[in-house]
């Protein structure tokens, strides 16, 4: 079984400040972890994903994540927040003995940037 | 959207009618998904398919059935639809190039908003 927490349903911060999106999981084999950001009324956008090479992953849009073992975290972070960066992010893990990449998400951060 | 769409874009339905979502790529991906997206709850998985007429359960398949005929489409079916089947439902497709795998990345349509009365 596999499971996705993500810390913080409403995260806000200032244009400019550093973004701190918080995501832990647990799963009974080695993960592949992503992250999803979906902006209003569009779907899902893969922003990265984890998938045992390096454990810093930059993705797009300037942001990156780290993949922790032993504190079973990964977390989104960004340097400095840009007002397009408003949206709504979602940590997922990946697993399946099928094959294919079936997908548990967490609930979901809504980010807000401020000017 | 890596050329997936997903029809109808929006609906509205009464209690107790069937309804069908279509999802169609244009990619060849070997797999094809179907989630309903809820306030709280993130994504969930409802059927998800692994190759033409193979389908296989999600997380929250009860009132849902999926068909496969073609690899191109995959229609998801609410045989009678209920007021807790209001939802965002996405369309997802992974498998390029027909490889399989838990790293596959997936692509995601731009989503079909039902709502039930």
């Known amino acids: 079984a596999q499971s996705v927490t993500q810390l913080g349903s409403h995260v806000s911060v200032s244009e400019g400040a550093l973004v701190l999106l918080r995501c832990n999981y647990s799963?009974?084999?080695?993960?592949?972890l992503f992250w999803y950001v979906q902006y209003p009324n569009q779907g899902l956008q893969l922003l990265l994903k984890y998938t045992s090479a390096a454990t810093l992953v930059k993705g797009i849009n300037g942001f990156e994540a780290e993949f922790k073992k032993s504190e079973t975290s990964f977390h989104l972070t960004k340097p400095s927040a840009h007002m397009s960066d408003a949206a709504e992010y979602f940590c997922?893990?990946?697993?399946?003995?099928?094959?294919?990449?079936?997908?548990?998400f967490g609930e979901g951060t809504q980010l807000t940037v401020n000017p | 959207d890596a050329g997936i769409t997903q029809s109808p874009r929006h609906k509205v339905t009464e209690t107790g009618t069937p309804v069908t979502l279509r999802c169609h790529q244009t990619?060849?991906?070997?797999?094809m998904y179907w989630y309903r997206q809820d306030p709280g709850h993130g994504l969930r998985l409802i059927h998800y398919s692994y190759g033409v007429k193979d389908t296989d359960k999600g997380e929250v398949s009860d009132g849902y059935s999926v068909s496969r005929s073609k690899t191109e489409d995959f229609l998801l079916t609410l045989e009678s639809a209920t007021s807790s089947q209001t939802s965002v439902y996405f369309c997802?497709?992974?498998?390029?190039?027909?490889?399989?795998?838990?790293?596959?990345?997936?692509?995601f349509g731009p989503g079909t908003r039902l709502l039930v009365l």
């Open positions: 799963s009974s084999v080695p993960p592949y």
């Open positions: 990619e060849n991906h070997r797999y």
């Open positions: 997922a893990v990946s697993g399946g003995a099928t094959g294919g990449s079936r997908l548990t």
């Open positions: 997802a497709i992974s498998g390029t190039g027909g490889l399989a795998g838990p790293q596959e990345t997936q692509y």
